[in-house]
């Protein structure tokens, strides 16, 4: 691949797979650890940068577990929802992403987080008021910044399956207010999808699209898949990272038209792969499947969509056509409407026409 990581940062792209905790950068942490009331040890901000370089050398655990319960802990509150939102959306400016399905676990965010002795807050908020606050967020960030996003609403699977159940039914009621999926999302080898088969269910006969975390950590990554697709109904998986190896799969996503949310950089900095070759991106290309290239926890992990393409181009020799079509079938696998998708194919085909790279 010929092409420069100023050139990739300049392409209009998109992203499917984004979680609004994992993409908070520095400065924002820090403003809201000043206004907040938890007892954080660092004092200035190279305080909390070298707090964040040591998680990281301490391993992947530790960043998942100190690291997110910090930044949820600063996102216990409407206005701090509001204003992570507004600031995931500038983020996305900063990379040239002109499209991007943000999600989150409303169950991480009622007012009740114990992380860093965390005060409680007066009130416990309930799912469909977290989940406006952030759309607020959203909606604003959008207007100042020229940027489409759509939300979706994740169940952070070690969830009993009646909270399951509730933030599915929070979803659906908030889609007049612009939820477009429900979603499920981390541990996948302790908490298997059919968990909460009952909570995806209640969306089978809704607007509700739903996006399902598959073939990412644990022994079962292909039983997974398969129970995600035939039980769950699942109109994306996020990961997948086995399915090239599996010719059925292949098929069967072909078939039901299944898009792939691709996070290769992420599977690279947990340790779930040595190589980008291992996803096969190529080969799923060349087989049509719906393949996608997406963040996942940009901010937290310490990369852009940028990076991501770019890395995994230079590793897996995607050329200039590869990443178009990468970016056309994130377009046509999106939770837009007809219309809109066409529209973004339009400007990614006519952006990319006439580049020379
Ligand atoms: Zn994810």
């Not at 600031?87 to 409303?106: G, M, T, W």
């Amino acid at each position: 691949m010929n092409i420069t990581k100023s050139e990739i940062r300049k392409l209009p792209k998109i992203d499917l797979h984004r979680h609004l905790d994992g993409d908070l950068n520095l400065d924002l942490i820090y403003k809201l650890i000043k206004k907040s009331n938890i007892k954080f040890t660092g004092k200035t901000k190279k305080d909390l940068k070298n707090y964040f370089i040591n998680l990281k050398n301490k391993g992947v655990v530790n960043l998942f577990q100190e690291g997110f319960g910090l930044i949820t802990s600063l996102m216990q509150t409407s206005e701090n929802l509001t204003t992570v939102a507004y600031e995931e959306v500038r983020n996305l400016y900063k990379d040239n992403i002109i499209y991007a399905e943000i999600q989150f676990a409303p169950q991480y965010h009622t007012g009740e987080s114990t992380y860093y002795n965390h005060e409680k807050t007066d009130k416990k908020m309930d799912y469909e008021e977290i989940i406006k606050s952030v759309l607020a967020g959203l909606k604003k960030g959008e207007k100042d910044f020229g940027i489409k996003t759509n939300l979706i609403i994740d169940i952070g699977r070690e969830a009993k399956q009646e909270v399951g159940i509730e933030i599915a039914k929070a979803a659906i009621n908030c889609i007049k207010y612009g939820v477009v999926a429900l979603g499920l999302a981390t541990n996948e080898a302790d908490f298997p999808p059919e968990l909460h088969k009952q909570a995806f269910q209640l969306t089978f006969d809704t607007e509700l699209k739903r996006s399902i975390h598959a073939g990412e950590f644990g022994k079962q990554l292909y039983k997974n898949i398969v129970t995600s697709i035939n039980e769950l109904k699942a109109d994306r998986l996020g990961h997948a990272r086995i399915i090239a190896h599996y010719n059925d799969l292949i098929q069967l996503v072909k078939e039901k038209i299944i898009g792939i949310e691709s996070c290769p950089e992420s599977n690279m900095f947990i340790g779930l792969i040595k190589s980008r070759n291992e996803i096969n991106i190529k080969k799923l290309l060349k087989q049509d499947v719906l393949v996608s290239i997406n963040s996942d926890d940009p901010g937290m992990f310490g990369y852009t969509l940028t990076d991501t393409i770019y890395r995994l181009g230079k590793e897996s020799k995607i050329n200039f056509n590869e990443i178009k079509k990468l970016e056309i079938n994130a377009a046509l696998a999106s939770f837009l409407r007809h219309n809109e998708k066409q529209a973004l194919i339009e400007k990614i085909n006519k952006t990319y026409k006439g580049l020379s790279l």
